[in-house]
């Protein structure tokens, strides 16, 4: 036993998941690199980011993956699914449609994945407040339906970034260590 091997021990994979243009790829930029882009297309994601994060004073490595923008012709491929063990979902809280895409996101990750996947609903973007169009109360009650975590999270302004990815690792790390 020692450091190194204790550094090598967990790696998780999660992978993000949600309709285009909710903020998959800036939560992660946020998370990972502490970047946001204002005008992101698509296309800024790489394939995934492996971030070093410390649990319960142990080296946790979280390998999160991007979709790159292939949802967008609903063809995210079950490569991208294979070995997740962690999923955030992500809607965008100014924008319904992508409220009621989770049903169908929660299908496939259950398709492709075990159905014991640890998973985060979060809704997006919550600094835009006035343009709101799902309460915190119907996120919320969707989790509790679902048996999924749940938060509002800023990419923008920063809020509940880390804490949703560190929910998520944590659970993943209780439950697999
Ligand atoms: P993706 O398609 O799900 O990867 O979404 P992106 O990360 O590319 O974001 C789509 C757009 O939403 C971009 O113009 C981002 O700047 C913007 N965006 C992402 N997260 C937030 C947020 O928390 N707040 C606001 N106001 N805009 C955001
Ligand atoms: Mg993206």
């Known amino acids: 036993y020692s450091e190194q091997d204790s550094a090598n021990d967990y790696l998780f994979k999660i992978v993000l998941l949600g309709d285009s243009g909710v ?29 070093k994060m410390e649990i319960n004073g142990k080296e946790v490595k979280a390998q999160i993956w991007d979709t790159a923008g292939q949802e967008r012709f609903r063809a995210v ?59 915190t109360a119907d996120g919320k009650s969707l989790a509790e339906t679902e048996s999924l975590f749940f938060m509002e999270t800023s990419a923008l302004d920063s809020s509940n970034v880390n804490a949703a990815f560190q929910t998520i690792v944590k659970e993943i790390y209780n439950i697999l260590s």
């Open 23 to 51: 903020g998959k790829s800036n939560l992660l930029a946020r998370f990972a690199r502490n970047e946001f882009f204002a005008n992101s297309k698509s296309t800024i994601g790489v394939e995934f980011q492996t971030q």
């Open 77 to 135: 491929t079950s490569a991208y699914y294979r070995g997740a063990v962690g999923a955030l979902v992500v809607y965008d809280i100014t924008r319904r449609q992508t409220f009621d895409s989770i049903t169908r996101w929660l299908n496939e990750l259950h398709t492709h994945c075990d159905m014991n996947v640890i998973t985060i609903l979060v809704g997006n973007k919550k600094d835009l407040k006035d343009a709101r169009e799902v309460s």
